[in-house]
């Protein structure tokens, strides 16, 4: 599926959402490589808000750069074969926890235009990030941790913490854990 194709199909949760998608189908048409970090003004990212099991805890990363708790995610690297293969190296690199992607959440999970603040050796653009929701298991690695839902991160975390409650019921339903399967 092409960057394009992604963008026309996914189906914003708000008119915020909805106006970053449509901003985003722009940019990926006017931009030379939309996913390459070399482009100054915007390029795409992936990300992933990683949820534990229980869907009770969320994985947040320490930002060095931006100060923040933030979810997983980066740059596209020339070698990903797709955006959630992005999202998922990154969560993996960023957290070292088993992950997959949620088994009934939508992919792209999220739609998002943020701004990064200009740096001495970088001046200031939009990340075009988009979103999978992914579910993790084990220890986080240093500068990761998880959290119980709502207890940390800023207002982005706290949007798709809202977003992501929806899923919020046990991945395998309590009658299975107990072993009783209903007929």
């Known amino acids: 599926m092409t960057l394009e194709q992604l963008l026309r199909a996914h189906v914003a949760s708000d008119d915020r959402e909805e106006a970053d998608r449509i901003a985003m189908l722009r940019l990926a048409a006017e931009l030379e490589d939309p996913t390459s970090r070399d482009q100054a003004r915007a390029h795409f990212t992936a990300s992933a808000f990683v949820i534990d099991a229980e869907c009770a805890r969320v994985c947040l990363v320490e930002h060095a750069k931006l100060g923040r708790l933030l979810q997983p995610g980066g740059h596209i690297e020339p070698t990903d ?9 990154e969560a993996a690199e960023e957290t ?18 943020h701004q990064i603040p200009g740096r001495p050796d970088e001046p200031a653009h939009f990340h075009l990030d988009v979103r999978y929701l992914l579910v993790g298991s084990g220890d986080p690695c240093a500068g990761a941790a998880w959290y119980a839902f709502g207890e940390a991160g800023d207002g982005s975390v706290a949007r798709l913490s809202a977003k992501a409650a929806v899923y919020r019921m046990p991945l395998y339903g309590e009658e299975t854990r107990r072993g009783d399967h209903p007929d």
């Open 81 to 89: 074969e797709s955006l959630e293969a992005a999202a998922l190296r």
């Open 96 to 113: 070292s926890l088993e992950l997959d992607f949620h088994p009934v959440a939508p992919r792209p999970f999220d739609l998002d235009i």
